[in-house]
């Protein structure tokens, strides 16, 4: 399973985009802060991963970040 966080800017305000891929689907949601797309995630991410997450958009400047997800998730 996959996951990619990424932002970007409508009507002038960053949102930030949740997308999951398995092998039998995509599912995307939309976030007004990058706090509530990682927290969206059950079980939490660990606290590595959301660093390493809002290390890369925020300070690297980079438009997403993927990573690959353990096991089951679920989104809240």
Avoid: W
């Avoid at 990424?6 to 599912?27: M, Q, S, V």
């Avoid at 995307?28 to 797309?37: G, I, N, Q, V």
């Amino acid at each position: 399973m996959e996951a990619t966080v990424a932002a970007f800017t409508e009507h002038g305000t960053t949102l930030y985009a949740i997308t999951i891929r398995t092998p039998n689907k995509t599912e995307t949601s939309t976030y007004a802060s990058l706090e509530a797309a990682l927290d969206s995630f059950s079980p939490l991410l660990t606290r590595r991963v959301r660093s390493h997450i809002v290390e890369e958009l925020r300070v690297g400047g980079k438009p997403d970040v993927v990573f690959c997800l353990e096991g089951s998730v679920e989104r809240q």
